[in-house]
T-cell receptor
Framework: GAGVSQSPRYKVAKRGQDVALRCDPISGHVSLFWYQQALGQGPEFLTYFQNEAQLDKSGLPSDRFFAERPEGSVSTLKIQRTQQEDSAVYLC????????????FGQGTRLTVV | QKEVEQNSGPLSVPEGAIASLNCTYSDRVSQSFFWYRQYSGKSPELIMSIYSNGDKEDGRFTAQLNKASQYVSLLIRDSQPSDSATYLCAVNGYSGGGADGLTFGKGTHLIIQP
């Protein structure tokens, strides 16, 4: 596709439920990033892939968060046993080169944990 | 701890005037700098990237970088009401494995008054 595509756009989860968020990057983009954005704040880095390799996962807030990109294209961010503090917009971005090249964002997934 | 600081605003500018947005960053090894525009309820949209000291112009937008002062700015000439949005400054850091994901400021809320 022409841009980064994320699904679902909105997700409501009951506390304790597992969720999976999908990101389809721009075709041919090597790097893929996940960010978390709380209301009124800038995006916070979660994790970074270069092709299928997860080069940095230092931003993942707990071991309940897990990301994968098995074939170097589509990525999934999984959150286990969701908590209310996980409620946020989850943004995916991709770039053609390494992490310091221009990154383009998808529409985001708004997760609400009730 | 990498930090990116922006004045949260709101910054109110009359239509047709120049809007000046400022950003400082803490990590001296940062090499890549980006400005994103974010409309309410939407995802960040890349406006400008800058890698070298000095000015970079693109249409009505000019990015300015001063690495010695650890300072980045964005000028918007002939401001239009459609420029009203939150502007996010983003900076790449570098660690042993290469470039890191972006560190964002909290954003400056810009209002262009008709």
């Amino acid at each position: 596709g022409a841009g980064v595509s994320q699904s679902p756009r909105y997700k409501v989860a009951k506390r304790g439920q597992d969720v999976a968020l999908r990101c389809d990057p721009i075709s041919g983009h090597v790097s893929l990033f996940w960010y978390q954005q709380a209301l009124g704040q800038g995006p916070e880095f979660l994790t970074y892939f270069q092709n299928e390799a997860q080069l940095d996962k230092s931003g993942l807030p707990s071991d309940r968060f897990f990301a994968e990109r098995p074939e170097g294209s589509v990525s999934t961010l999984k959150i286990q046993r969701t908590q209310q503090e996980d409620s946020a917009v989850y943004l995916c971005a991709s770039s053609w080169g390494q992490a310091d090249t221009e990154a383009f964002f998808g529409q985001g997934t708004r997760l609400t944990v009730v | 701890q990498k930090e990116v600081e922006q004045n949260s605003g709101p910054l109110s500018v009359p239509e047709g005037a120049i809007a000046s947005l400022n950003c400082t960053y803490s990590d001296r090894v940062s090499q890549s700098f980006f400005w994103y525009r974010q409309y309410s309820g939407k995802s960040p949209e890349l406006i400008m990237s800058i890698y070298s000291n000095g000015d970079k112009e693109d249409g009505r937008f000019t990015a300015q970088l001063n690495k010695a002062s650890q300072y980045v700015s964005l000028l918007i000439r002939d401001s239009q009401p459609s420029d009203s949005a939150t502007y996010l400054c983003a900076v790449n850091g570098y660690s042993g494995g290469g470039a890191d994901g972006l560190t964002f400021g909290k954003g400056t809320h810009l209002i262009i008054q008709p």
